[in-house]
């Protein structure tokens, strides 16, 4: 990263440096803090439009919100 390779960083002062900057790991459960309700609300009314002006069918529309099928291995903390 460009620092002194001889720098002798010590788990305490990793864990200084991480609460004098406000560093957390923090556990990745549920959708709570990822969804905003006004937000959904103007998507699903443009999406509406979307699926109206395209005329597209049922069968030509799907959920991928559930990534987990798509991807392996997403990281449990952030």
């Known amino acids: 990263m460009g620092g002194n390779e001889d ?45 109206n002006e395209k005329n597209l069918s049922k069968e030509q529309i799907y959920n991928v919100d559930e990534t987990g099928l798509y991807y392996r291995m997403l990281p449990s903390k952030t």
């Open 7 to 51: 720098f002798p960083a010590s788990e305490g002062w990793l864990n200084r440096l991480k609460k004098g900057h406000g560093i957390h790991a923090l556990s990745i459960c549920g959708e709570k803090f990822s969804s905003d309700p006004e937000e959904a609300s103007k998507f699903k009314t443009s999406f509406e439009k979307l699926v």
